[in-house]
């Protein structure tokens, strides 16, 4: 499925050329970056796969707090957890399948490499910072609205099922239903 955006890049979201979409020195300042809309929250792009040579992506986003984000993996996509301000609960599976979870602050880090089953909650509204493997960055604008402002305090976008499953597939990544955790 192609998103609308990517059929007529005229139409496309205003951002584009935001990023140097090449690896260049650059900077941002603050409020700047490629940002979406997904639900409540507002992901922002810093740095992309484009500019790192499809090693690593970098964003931020701001949510308020909520509902349980989904269980889910990723086949080829480490993730990152840098939380900013706020407090998130992070749920994954360790080493030998048990699984955990926990509530991580300002100033605390976690980690899921690929193919762990993992889960968030916002516990309270938060900022996090995160770390992904190159090209995952890319996810949260497929799934979600672009949108030129920098504030989560703008209408939620809720994507319909087709586009989901779509953002998902072309991202390599798996929704697991029935994953129960710990806490949540």
């Known amino acids: 499925m192609s998103f609308e955006y990517l059929i007529d890049p005229e139409r496309g979201p205003q951002w584009q050329g ?78 030998e399948g048990v699984k955990q979870s926990q509530l991580l602050g300002p100033g605390d880090f976690g980690y899921v490499p690929a193919g762990f089953a993992h889960a968030y909650q916002i516990v309270e509204d938060a900022r996090m910072m995160g770390t992904l493997s190159g090209g995952f960055e890319r996810f949260f604008q497929h799934m979600g609205q672009p949108t030129d402002h920098p504030t989560k305090d703008q209408p939620p976008f809720i994507p319909d099922f087709p586009r989901m499953q779509a953002a998902a597939q072309q991202h390599d990544m798996q929704f697991m239903r029935d994953f129960t955790w710990p806490d949540a």
Do not use: C, W
Not at 45 to 71: K, Y
């Open 18 to 95: 935001v990023l140097p979409g090449k690896p260049v020195p650059y900077v941002l300042r603050r409020g700047e970056g490629e940002h979406a809309m997904l639900f409540g929250d507002l992901f922002t792009v810093l740095l992309s796969g484009d500019e790192t040579q499809g090693q690593f992506g970098i964003i931020v986003s701001d949510s308020p707090a909520g509902d349980v984000i989904p269980t889910h993996s990723h086949n080829g996509t480490h993730e990152t957890f840098f939380v900013l301000d706020g407090r998130v609960r992070l749920f994954f599976e360790d080493a």
